[in-house]
């Protein structure tokens, strides 16, 4: 009889837990971490991405500015987070180059890419060089000869050094043999900003966020930076059309922390899918003039050593930068 009581007891404790197990993911909102200000790259795919998200999983997706360290404050908030689903990031390429960064300097990282598991690709742009509006260089040899005469003289802004509007300028500086001096900001819409409102002359802009400023006239295109010219500046070079040998991508890519069960993963990953062909998603992303790029977690992955090659290299042949 006493041991009928046990067991009966020990089951009665054991249902609460089992229907917790059993709980459907999601039953509670979703924290969607964006590691840069609003307004940037990064900020604009998550917006439209967390929109759909929303509707699809029934649940709030919210989008979360956690700017900082050109993006380390927020990776490491999603690096650290409970893998349970709930928290989940959009972040841009710097995730993979910070870690490599602290590598070089001897520093310990704030977290490595081994805490995050890759959900998808999102976009995939190459930075486009542009000028204020009212600087005199109409072409990258304009400028080039002009930075040859007046080293460390001319001001271009970025968004944390090793960032992603940071990399690509010190890239193309290296190649071209010239030296210039650069004004941070802490993230894509601020180090925009700089350069419209005249306190720096150029930056290595998202096309997304530049297409409307050029329209406007308010900035100039020189170059690109991917290996084929832009479709949204098809009269502007590459700078490997020029004779750099510079390519460099700004991508957005989602995340969750590693260790998130897989039938958890599968469901972000089944949503995202279905977010990034929606309606909503694909017209915002015309809007912006940003090509589609998704890739599903398997090829991410792929994209994701592929890319860490190139910016290991990068990173090594640019060296500490203070």
């Not at 995939?124 to 000869?145: I, M, N, R």
Request: hydrophobic share 45%; net charge positive.
């Amino acid at each position: 009889m006493l041991v009928r009581l046990c067991v009966s007891l020990l089951l009665a404790l054991a249902l609460p837990a089992a229907a917790l197990a059993q709980e459907p993911f999601p039953s509670k909102p979703i924290t969607m971490v964006v590691p840069f200000p609003p307004g940037g790259q990064a900020d604009l795919s998550a917006r439209p991405l967390a929109a759909a998200m929303s509707r699809i999983l029934k649940q709030p997706v919210v989008v979360l500015n956690r700017a900082g360290a050109a993006g380390a404050i927020g990776h490491r908030a999603v690096a650290t987070a409970a893998p349970d689903g709930y928290t989940i990031m959009v972040t841009l390429v710097s995730v993979q180059a910070l870690p490599m960064v602290d590598k070089l300097f001897g520093r310990e990282s704030q977290y490595t890419m081994a805490q995050l598991a890759p959900l998808a690709l999102l976009v995939a742009d190459p930075p486009v060089l542009v000028v204020g509006g009212d600087k005199p260089w109409k072409s990258v040899k304009e400028l080039v000869d002009d930075a040859k005469k007046r080293p460390d003289d001319i001001v271009y802004s970025h968004s944390g050094l090793y960032g992603p509007s940071h990399l690509p300028m010190e890239m193309f500086l290296h190649a071209a043999g010239i030296k210039m001096r650069g004004l941070p900001a802490v993230g894509g819409g601020p180090t925009m900003a700089l350069v419209l409102g005249g306190s720096a002359a150029m930056w290595a802009s998202p096309p997304a966020m530049a297409v409307a400023q050029v329209s406007a006239n308010k900035l100039r295109p020189l170059a690109s930076f991917g290996t084929q010219r832009h479709p949204a500046f098809p009269d502007v070079p590459t700078l490997k059309e020029l004779g750099y040998d510079v390519e460099y991508y700004v991508w957005s890519g989602s995340f969750a922390p590693a260790g998130t069960p897989e039938p958890i993963m599968k469901t972000l990953r089944d949503a995202i899918r279905q977010s990034v062909n929606s309606t909503e998603f694909k017209t915002a992303m015309e809007k912006l003039r940003s090509p589609e790029a998704y890739l599903d977690a398997p090829q991410f992955k792929e994209f994701l050593s592929r890319d860490a090659a190139r910016l290991g290299q990068a990173i090594q042949k640019i060296g500490k930068v203070q």
